[in-house]
């Protein structure tokens, strides 16, 4: 079945450091992949999204590259602030995509010190 | 954009009583809504998906007659946990996917509801 590998935390990071979080994915045919972030007391929010193989996903500063050669879609920032300090989680939505279902991975926790 | 909401945030309630967490899609038409559980520092897990006027489908190990779910209108989703446990207790997160097509690419996610069962 399908399934999301993220790497395990806590990453804990100075300001302006560079950020990468791994995550793999193993899914039938082409699934879509998401990156949600969960800021403390709060509920997840899409971070960004690719849907096909060599998209690229971007916003505020992160990146994703869908790379369906080697089934990864890892999470980078060049330089963390403070307030990126959260718990990022790696999904994936499989075909058919009209059941919306989401795949999530088990979430890594960022802390970023001043 | 799209906001969820969920109420309440957080409830008590003593072992053997059943409790109804609503979730509602304030800005936009929500034709499927997903109720997820997550434990402490683990992952979500998918519970169920619920389609606005049809019955609920349940992820496989998940007992439907324990978490009672309603879709009655496209922007209400209810979960009723009957008799309600200790092991019940955890972290109740919603989602909404609306029917407009530019926004049906995306789950927008409730803050959560925190249920502890004493």
Redesign the interface.
């Known amino acids: 079945g399908n399934s999301v590998t993220q790497m395990e935390g806590p990453v804990t990071l100075s300001e302006e450091a560079f950020l990468t979080i791994n995550c793999t994915y193993t899914a039938t045919g082409y699934p879509?992949l998401f990156w949600?972030v969960q800021y403390p007391?709060?509920?997840?929010?899409?971070l960004l999204?690719a849907?096909k193989a060599d998209d690229k996903g971007s916003n505020k500063g992160f990146e994703a590259t869908y790379r369906k050669e080697t089934t990864s879609f890892h999470l980078e920032k060049g330089s963390v602030q403070v307030s990126d300090s959260a718990v990022y989680?790696c999904a994936l939505r499989g075909p058919p995509s009209n059941?919306?279902?989401?795949?999530?991975?088990?979430?890594t926790?960022l802390q970023v010190k001043p | 954009g799209a906001v969820v909401s969920q109420h309440p945030s957080w409830v008590i309630c003593k072992s053997g009583t059943s409790v109804k967490i609503e979730c509602r899609s304030l800005d936009f038409q929500a034709t499927t809504m997903f109720w997820y559980r997550q434990f402490p520092k683990q992952s979500l897990m998918l519970m169920a998906t619920s389609n606005e006027g049809s019955k609920a489908t349940y992820e496989q190990g998940v007992e439907k007659d324990k978490f009672l779910i309603n879709h009655a209108s496209l922007t209400l989703s209810t979960l009723t946990v009957t008799s309600a446990h200790p092991e019940d207790s955890s972290f109740y997160i919603c989602s909404a996917r609306g029917q407009d097509i530019i926004i049906s690419d995306t789950q927008y996610f409730g803050p959560g509801t925190r249920l502890t069962v004493l």
């Open positions: 879509s949600y007391g709060e509920g997840l929010q899409l999204k849907t989680f059941t919306g279902k989401l795949i999530f991975g088990q979430g926790t």
